[in-house]
C-alpha cells in the first residue's frame, strides 16, 4: 500500500476545541457596558437637569400669563365703564361710598389688628407659582459615573475589561495535546 493510501485511510486528527464561550467575550462586553454608562449617565443627567429648567420656565411662563390676562379683564371691566369696578375704585382710591354703604374701616371689619386690604389687585394675582422639582433617585452605578473621582475608575476598569477581552484566548501547548 503506498504511504497516500495509509494516510487516507487514518482518520484525520482533530483540532482540540476550546470551549464553547470564550470568556474574553464576557469582558468586552462588560468593558463596553461601563464605558458607555461612563459615557451616556452623564449625558442623560445633563439632559435630565435641562429638562426640569425648562419645565420651571414653563410653569413661571404659565404663571405669568395668567397674572396678565387677569390684569386685562380688570382693565377691560374697567375702560367699559362696570359698575361695580368703578363703585370699588371709587371706595378704594377716594375713600367714597355710594349711599347706603359703608366704607371699611378699621373699627368694622371685625379684625382685631383693624388691617384690612381694599384693594382689588390682591384678587387680580393667580396662585402661587409652584415650580416643579427633580424627582430623581439616582442609581449607584449613576452616582458614580457622574463622579468626577470615581469616574476616572469606572474609565479605568472599563478600559482593563476591554483590553483583556481583546486579548486572543490561550492555546494549549503541545505537550498538552499529545495526551
Same mark, same amino acid.
Given at each position: 500500500?503506498?504511504?497516500?493510501?495509509?494516510?487516507?485511510?487514518?482518520?484525520?486528527?482533530?483540532?482540540?476545541?476550546?470551549?464553547?464561550?470564550?470568556?474574553?467575550?464576557?469582558? &468586552?462586553? =462588560?468593558?463596553?457596558?461601563?464605558?458607555?454608562? #461612563? /459615557?451616556?449617565?452623564? @449625558?442623560?443627567?445633563? *439632559?435630565?437637569? %435641562?429638562?426640569?429648567?425648562?419645565?420651571?420656565?414653563?410653569?413661571?411662563?404659565?404663571?405669568?400669563?395668567?397674572?396678565?390676562?387677569?390684569?386685562?379683564?380688570? &382693565?377691560? =371691566?374697567?375702560?367699559?365703564?362696570?359698575?361695580? #369696578? /368703578?363703585?370699588?375704585? @371709587?371706595?378704594?382710591? *377716594?375713600?367714597? %361710598?355710594?349711599?347706603?354703604q359703608?366704607?371699611?374701616?378699621?373699627?368694622?371689619?371685625?379684625?382685631?389688628?383693624?388691617?384690612?386690604?381694599?384693594?382689588?389687585?390682591?384678587?387680580?394675582?393667580?396662585?402661587?407659582?409652584?415650580?416643579p422639582?427633580?424627582?430623581?433617585?439616582?442609581?449607584? *452605578?449613576?452616582?458614580?459615573?457622574?463622579?468626577?473621582?470615581?469616574?476616572?475608575?469606572?474609565?479605568?476598569?472599563?478600559?482593563?475589561?476591554?483590553?483583556?477581552?481583546?486579548?486572543?484566548?490561550?492555546?494549549?501547548?503541545?505537550?498538552?495535546?499529545s495526551?
Open positions: 500500500m503506498p504511504a497516500d493510501a495509509a494516510t487516507l485511510d487514518a482518520p484525520a486528527a482533530r483540532p482540540a476545541r476550546g470551549p464553547l464561550l470564550d470568556p474574553g467575550w464576557l469582558f &468586552l462586553v =462588560a468593558g463596553v457596558i461601563l464605558l458607555s454608562a #461612563v /459615557i451616556l449617565l452623564p @449625558a442623560q443627567a445633563d *439632559l435630565d437637569e %435641562a429638562k426640569l429648567y425648562l419645565a420651571r420656565v414653563h410653569a413661571a411662563e404659565a404663571h405669568r400669563a395668567e397674572r396678565l390676562a387677569n390684569y386685562h379683564k380688570y &382693565l377691560a =371691566a374697567v375702560n367699559s365703564g362696570d359698575d361695580r #369696578v /368703578i363703585r370699588s375704585l @371709587a371706595a378704594m382710591q *377716594l375713600n367714597q %361710598a355710594p349711599e347706603g359703608e366704607l371699611l374701616t378699621p373699627g368694622n371689619q371685625g379684625n382685631p389688628s383693624g388691617a384690612r386690604d381694599a384693594s382689588v389687585f390682591g384678587a387680580l394675582e393667580p396662585p402661587s407659582l409652584v415650580m422639582q427633580a424627582a430623581k433617585n439616582p442609581s449607584l *452605578l449613576e452616582k458614580w459615573a457622574t463622579d468626577s473621582r470615581s469616574r476616572l475608575w469606572l474609565i479605568g476598569a472599563g478600559a482593563l475589561c476591554l483590553l483583556i477581552g481583546l486579548l486572543p484566548p490561550a492555546r494549549p501547548s503541545a505537550a498538552a495535546l495526551r
